[in-house]
């Protein structure tokens, strides 16, 4: 992808021209018009911190991204395409999905894709939101199970994220020129944003997922002690994304965060009543680094202080 941003329309009437314009602004692509003799095709592209925004326009068309393709190719990128006219259907990673305007769907570069653009003699348009991938926060197995999944456009989450996603492709070029505006952070956040709306649609999890949670869960509990435990610490420990962590403790009506409070503070309201120490001491050993937060967090859970619980308190 070139790193040069066009704010004004580049356009063609030739479709060996428009194979190079493709490739300048996104990546190498196979494209196949069945008209090439009346051809017309234009980009425009806004760079936003690590993401790009293009508008993409031509005749019906077919656009492949072959293995060949891929494997010549060293940058990686985390793709977005959202149709607002025409018709379109993407082919990734085994599965195909038919996109109406405001629909749209993920993808990646690195693997081979398949764009059936426009109906007959229609024409097309797509917003391309294109990502770094290392900025993206999806392991590859994750990444493989999101791609070419239609998120419809016209409710619910996913049709939030279309709406946001299409207000942004219309204000990206005063957004590059704000010198306000966080654009690298607003980068991110909107890939977030889209990669969580197409979570939303996968099947359920499957037993693996389970399995791994029981063994995140047999985890928590063998270093309950250890303050330093977050969602971070441990994705890490088993080579997960934070938000593939999130996403097998969605099923259990709590954050990992709020599961693993109330283990440590079972495990604490055991150790006061049995009389295992003071009220200090025992939040210390179940990684409450401050006296003050557990004895807060102790009387929202069971409606009374620490103290009330120990031998002898009445």
């Not at 980009?43 to 790009?52: A, H, I, N, P, S």
């Not at 097309?124 to 939101?129: E, I, P, S």
């Not at 939303?200 to 399995?211: K, M, N």
């Not at 080579?239 to 990992?256: D, E, K, Q, Y």
Request: hydrophobic letters at 40%; aromatic letters at 8%; one cysteine or more.
């Amino acid at each position: 992808m070139a790193p040069t941003v066009d704010l004004a329309p580049a356009s063609t009437g030739r479709l060996d021209l428009w194979r190079d314009l493709i490739r300048d602004h996104f990546v190498s692509l196979d494209v196949d018009a069945p008209r090439p003799d009346g051809f017309r095709g234009q980009v425009r592209t806004v760079e936003l911190g690590d993401l790009r925004v293009a508008e993409v326009a031509s005749i019906p068309q077919s656009a492949h991204r072959t293995a060949a393709l891929a494997r010549a190719d060293a940058t990686r990128w985390f793709q977005i395409g959202l149709l607002t006219g025409g018709a379109a259907r993407l082919t990734q990673d085994g599965r195909e999905c038919e996109l109406r305007p405001g629909d749209f769907a993920l993808y990646e570069t690195d693997r081979p894709f398949t764009w059936d653009l426009g109906h007959g003699t229609d024409p097309w348009r797509l917003l391309v939101f294109t990502w770094p991938r290392a900025a993206v926060d999806l392991t590859e197995t994750e990444a493989v199970d999101l791609t070419a999944r239609q998120l419809a456009g016209g409710d619910g989450f996913s049709g939030v994220v279309s709406r946001m996603l299409r207000d942004l492709a219309g204000n990206a070029p005063a957004i590059a020129r704000d010198p306000r505006a966080d654009a690298a952070d607003l980068a991110r956040r909107v890939a977030g944003l889209a990669v969580t709306a197409a979570g939303t649609v996968r099947p359920a999890p499957p037993p693996a997922d389970a399995r791994l949670r029981a063994r995140i869960e047999a985890y928590l509990r063998a270093n309950l002690a250890d303050p330093a435990l977050s969602p971070e610490t441990i994705a890490a420990a088993h080579f997960i994304s934070t938000r593939h962590l999130h996403r097998l403790f969605a099923g259990t009506g709590r954050t990992v965060g709020q599961w693993l409070r109330a283990e440590r503070l079972d495990r604490a309201r055991h150790d006061l009543v049995t009389g295992r120490g003071g009220v200090a001491e025992i939040s210390r050993r179940w990684g409450f680094s401050d006296p003050a937060v557990f004895s807060r967090a102790f009387k929202a859970a069971y409606g009374t202080a620490p103290s009330r619980h120990l031998p002898g308190s009445g």
